[in-house]
C-alpha cells in the first residue's frame, strides 16, 4: 500500500478548526504522514467553508488552485456536506468527499484511497448525526497558547438566513467528563487560553442533560489549575440567563467577554430573520450582571425587506449601545433557506453603502474606547514577536483571536516577556484598534 504524504487547508470557522485538528489526529495516529508545506504533499485535505456565497467561492477557488498544481483532494466540511458526489463529478482530482459528521471516519477514508489508486470515495451522512463524545486524538495546528474547545455540533435553531443547520445537523453536546479531559490534555500541552465554540454555545446541555448546562461546564473547566482564560464565543440572545451571567461574573478564569450576535435591532427585521426581539434588553442585563464586560456582537445589514428606516433604527442602536468589537456583513442570499425567496432583496451596492456607514460610527466609538484604556495596567496573552519593529504582540483577555483587537507589546530589557505567557502591560497609546504598551510585569498569576 502507498503511504501519500498528506497536506492540509482548514477554511471557515474555528468550529472546522477543530474538526481539522481532529482529522489530523486521528490520520497520524494511523501513521500518516502529514505536511503543512502543501507544495511538498502527493493528496490534500481541504477543509472546506459553504456558509455564504463568498466562503463557497473561497473553498473552490482553494481547490482548484490545488488541483491545478496536480494535488490529489479530500474535500471534507460543509462544501462536502453542501454538494456530496456532485464534487466528484466537478473536480476529477477529488479522490474522497467527507461529511461534517462523518470526519471521525477520515482515517478509513485515507486507507481506502492509497490501497485503490482508481476508488473514489462518498462518506457523507445525509443529515450529519454523528457526534463523538470520547476524546478523539487532536494535532494542534497553530495558536500558540491558545486552542478551541468544540462544545457541541450542530444547531436547533431556524434563522430564515442560515444553512448550517442543514449543513450541520441538529445540536448535539459532549458530555462535561468528556471536554474537561480534552481542556485538561490541552492545557498539558501547554494551553493557558481555552475558547469554547458552537454554532450556539449557550444551547450547551440541553440535548443531553435537558437543562442548559454551560455554568456547569464553565465550574468544571475552571478546576483545571494551569488554565488562565476560559473564553465564550457564539452565545445565543435569549439564553443569557442569569445562571449564566452570574456564573461568568464570579468566576475568574471566564474572561469579562461576551461573544453575542444580535443581527439586527428592528422587531420588523428581527421576526423576518426569526431572531430573539428586544437585544437593548439583553445587552443592559449583560452590563449590570458583568463589571466590566466587552461585549462583541455581529450584524447583517441589507436583509431582504431592509428599509432606510429600519437601518436608520439599526445605524442608531448601534451608535448607542457602543459595542466593544463589532462585525458587520452584508446580506448573502441563499436559495436553500427562506430568507433567499423573501421579497425587497436589496441591491448589492446599498448593503456596501449601509455596511461602511456603520463600520464609519464603529470606528469612532473603537477610537474612544481604546483612548480611554492609556493609562491603564491590562493582561496580554503574548502570541508572537514582530523582528522588523521589535515588538511583541498579543491579545487582552477582551479579544478573540483573528476577529478582535491586538496589543503590541514592548520589553527593552527583556525582563518580562515570554512567548505564550500573560504578562502585565502598562498601555501607552491607543489607535482605533490596537493599544500599545510595556511590560511591567510577567507570568501574571493564574486565576484561581
Ligand atoms: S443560531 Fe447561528 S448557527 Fe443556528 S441557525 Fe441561527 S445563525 Fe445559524
Redesign the pocket.
Known sequence: MRKPRLGVVSLGCPKNATDTEVMLGLLKEEGVEITFQVEEAEICLVNTCSFIGEARQESVRNLVELADQGKELIIAGCLAQHYKEELLKEIPEARAVVGTGDISKIADVVKAISQDSSLRVVEVSEIPNDYHDEVLPRLKTGMGASAYLKIAEG?D???SF?I??LLRGRFRSRSIESLTKEARMLVDGGVKEIILVS??STYYGLDIYGRMALPELLRALSEIEELAWIRIMYA?PSEMNMALLETIACLPKVVKYVDI?LQHSHPEILSLMARPQGPEKILARIRENIKDVKIRSTFIVGFPGETEEHFEHLLQFITESRFDRLGVFTYSRQMEVPSGHMPGQVPLKVKRARRNRIMKAQHQIASEANRALVGREIDVLIENFEGKTGLYCGRSSWDAPEIDNLVYVRDPENEFVTMGDIVRVKIDEARPYDLYGRAIASSVAVPS
Open positions: 444547531c435553531h431556524n434563522c442560515c448550517i443547520p454554532q450556539d445565543y450576535p
